[in-house]
């Protein structure tokens, strides 16, 4: 008797053992900031300023000291799965592809520049060229030295047009339903349907996977694990598109005809669960059509924003801004601030070939609560947007202004105060229409971190700042202001803080962020 309740206490243990051995990284990355790399394009610009091959396996660390200078929190790589061959010869002979290449690089050669979209994806396993699974794990441990995570992608919507699956489950795809006259701008030659977001999009490289099919929702799952076994957290591609009404409104007619049913549950809903069960992963989805909503309530840490900030900030609209994060404080840490990524144009083309405004845009979302995500060319000012089918870019010079301003502003979004739980983050309303402001507050680090920004074209603009986080000051004494950006220390009187507030004059497009 005694034996068995020692072999029973024993076996409790160890799964207690084993659950608490994964740890969960949801509040361990809420407000990480992130670096993206393109895999292949940065290690084709490694191999060519060392001189020699490099993969995932020989990194130097300078370039992780890059990464940890900028205290980024996560390196987001790009397309280190392994591709496929149909889709990048495709893309090689599409028009538009190859007079991008012409026009966005010099001296395109499309056997080699054209390498294909990460996204066709023929299995999540690393690609052998850029070191294969082992290569990466020496750098996830590297970037682990350094206090860095690593971050993939997982790709839930689609495959290779060659992939394996589609030749050993062709039900697990979409396919053009017998009898039908199966049109080649959204069927492939063998009847398996394009990938598409169900918008009038085809993908015509990619094969589309069929979300009613029990059989897909097995191989589905077991890539997530695969992506998720090799990171720290995943950026899933598409997020919105397998829901369950999407994905009905998107392919009802080929569905009904192959006499699908819809399914009881959502896929992410027990997906993510299992992923999380196993690994603790931090996931976060790419959205569009205002899904936030549902796809936080089926599991996703955070979910891109933008359709509400980058869209106004790109629109130079400073009072949907304000509006915008005024009333939505609870999801603030549930949504990525970005001013650019791999599908969006660069910052010098979203914000009217005006660094400046892209600056202020740029104090604006990497000093709210939540992810902050930054792409590889951001901060030197790169003007030319690397396609995700292409190995390089023209590279203009390094924006020695934008790259210098982006070196002080690590030091605001690493400050320990702006890293905290949304709760100590407040929005302050303002009388003048073109200013934004909101204060983080630390009963930990002692210290407060001001906001302050004229997102307008106009000068001279002025805004009285009346702070609730008060510093316990007797009468009379004197509160000390650091200027995080420039350094510059103001003294105000705290009486004249109390009785009429913070006065913050502000050129056009500029903001200060204080330290008090």
């Known amino acids: 008797m005694f034996k068995r309740i020692l072999f029973v206490t024993l076996l409790i243990f160890c799964i ?25 394009p940065w290690l084709y610009a490694l191999s060519q300023k060392y001189g020699t091959k490099i993969t995932f396996a020989n990194i130097p660390d300078a370039e992780i000291n890059f990464i940890v200078d900028f205290k980024f929190d996560l390196l987001y790589l790009l397309g280190v799965w392994q591709k496929g061959e149909i889709g990048p010869n495709l893309d090689r002979n599409n028009p538009d592809i190859l007079e991008d290449c012409h026009k966005l690089m010099d001296n395109c050669n499309p056997k080699v520049d054209i390498i294909g979209s990460p996204f066709s994806i023929v299995e999540f396993v690393v690609a052998e060229e850029f070191g294969g699974n082992e290569g990466l794990a020496v750098l996830r441990q590297q970037l682990k030295r350094h206090g860095v995570g690593l971050m993939l992608d997982y790709v839930p919507n689609h495959t290779a047009l060659d992939s ?16 039908w006259d199966c049109d080649p701008e959204v069927y492939y030659k063998n009847g398996i349907a394009f990938g598409s977001s169900g918008k009038g999009d085809h993908w015509r490289d990619v094969a ?20 998720a076994s090799m990171c720290d957290a995943l950026r899933v ?12 409104n998107s392919w009802k007619p080929q569905l009904d005809a192959w006499g699908y049913s819809r399914p009881t549950q959502e896929f992410w809903s027990y997906a993510i669960k299992q992923v999380k069960a196993k690994f603790g992963t931090y996931i976060i989805g790419e959205q569009y059509w205002h899904s936030e909503g549902p796809l936080q309530n089926l599991g996703f840490d955070a979910l891109y924003d933008k359709e509400n900030l980058l869209d106004d900030l790109k629109s130079l609209n400073v009072r949907s801004v304000s509006s915008y994060v005024g009333w939505r404080k609870r999801w603030m840490v549930h949504m990525v601030k970005f001013l650019g990524n791999h599908d969006e144009p660069t910052i010098w083309e979203e914000f009217h070939h005006n660094f400046q405004i892209s600056k202020a845009a740029g104090m604006i979302a990497f000093t709210l609560p939540g992810p902050r995500f930054f792409w590889a060319g951001q901060m ?35 400050h320990p105060t702006l890293n905290q739980d949304p709760e100590y983050w407040t929005w302050i309303p303002t009388s003048n229409n073109n200013v934004v402001a909101w204060v983080w507050s630390s009963k930990v680090t002692k210290k407060n971190v001001l906001v302050v920004v004229n997102y307008s074209g106009n000068d001279n603009q002025w805004e009285s700042i009346k702070l609730d986080y008060k510093p316990d000051h007797a009468g009379g004494a004197a509160v000390e202001f650091k200027e995080l950006i420039s350094g510059t220390t103001y003294s105000r009187n705290i009486d004249d803080l109390r009785s009429t507030g913070l006065h913050v004059g502000l050129s056009k497009w500029t903001g200060q962020i204080f330290e008090f």
């Open 16 to 40: 207690t053992l084993g659950q608490m051995e994964v740890v969960s990284n949801s509040y361990k990355y809420q407000n990480a900031a992130i670096f993206e790399q393109s895999a292949a």
């Open 164 to 179: 394996p699956n589609v030749e050993a489950c062709p039900e697990c795809y979409i396919r053009c339903p017998e009898g």
């Open 208 to 227: 589309q996977l069929n979300y009613w099919e029990p059989k897909t929702m097995h191989y589905s799952i077991n890539n997530m694990l695969a992506a």
């Open 237 to 248: 591609d598409m997020a919105m598109v397998v829901m369950n009404d999407n994905f009905e």
């Open 380 to 414: 030197t000012g790169q003007k030319t947007r690397l396609k995700v089918q292409f190995l390089r870019r023209h590279l203009n010079p390094v924006d020695s202004d934008l790259f210098g301003f982006y070196q002080r502003l690590a030091n605001v979004y690493a």
